[in-house]
């Protein structure tokens, strides 16, 4: 992968996650996460779902679904640090 592309997905990454951050945490009444894990669930089929769209080979989807999992249930953890619960 180039420099540029590289660099323009850690930006659009970190922007994406930032957004998702804030959207989890107004979330307003989610003691348990409930809510929270329903969203990331969510997402996690619209990436498979993408990923069924566009044709993309069994090892992009794999890679794509492992990134995905990864900084999804990295939000969820800092969103239960953030509320004072103990992450899953």
Do not use: W, Y
Request: aromatic content about 2%.
């Amino acid at each position: 992968m180039n420099a540029e592309i590289e660099g323009k997905l850690i930006v659009v990454e970190m922007i994406a996650m930032g957004a998702l951050g804030i959207v989890l945490a107004s979330a307003g009444n989610d003691p348990d996460g409930s809510k929270s894990r329903a969203t990331l669930d969510f997402i996690r089929h619209l990436i498979a779902s993408s990923c069924d769209e566009r044709q993309v080979s069994d090892d992009v989807r794999a890679a794509a679904m492992h990134h995905g999992d990864d900084l999804l249930s990295q939000a969820l953890e800092n969103l239960a640090f953030l509320q004072g619960r103990k992450p899953r």
